[in-house]
């Protein structure tokens, strides 16, 4: 079993709506902060969302703020990318992270745990 399994990518129409889906394996993650990262072929890596286990802030760049809405359910060791008003750009790879100890929240080489990734994709 991997640390984080994704799930609920898929292809949808441009403005359609898609909620992704991460399962960490440990309770250690309903104590960490959880970010959300994309990346298509050629493209960096991109920050999407992140949620804080301290207070649960949440934290958008903007690409994604006001669309995106990432959540947790930390009894179930889940946390949730609801992703609305999707665009053709937002067509990746969508992996979740787990940052053991709460750093930059939009830099993917601090966080500790990733999952294998869901594909995403967005027709024109």
């Known amino acids: 079993q991997e640390q984080l399994v994704e799930s609920g990518g898929g292809l949808v129409q441009a403005g359609g709506s898609l909620r992704l889906s991460c399962v960490a394996s440990?309770?250690?993650?309903?104590?960490?902060?959880m970010g959300w990262f994309r990346q298509a072929p050629g493209k960096e890596r991109e920050f999407v969302a992140a949620?804080?286990?301290?207070?649960?802030?949440?934290y958008y760049p903007d690409s994604t703020k006001g669309r995106f809405t990432i959540s947790r359910d930390n009894a179930k060791n889940t946390v949730y990318l609801q992703m609305n008003s999707l665009k053709p750009e937002d067509t990746a790879v969508y992996r979740c992270?787990?940052?053991?100890?709460?750093?930059?929240?939009?830099?993917?080489?601090?966080?500790?745990?990733w999952g294998q990734g869901t594909q995403v994709t967005v027709s024109s």
């Open positions: 440990g309770r250690t993650f309903s104590r960490s902060s």
């Open positions: 949620i804080a286990w301290i207070g649960g802030n949440t």
């Open positions: 992270a787990a940052q053991v100890r709460l750093g930059n929240c939009s830099d993917y080489n601090l966080y500790d745990y």
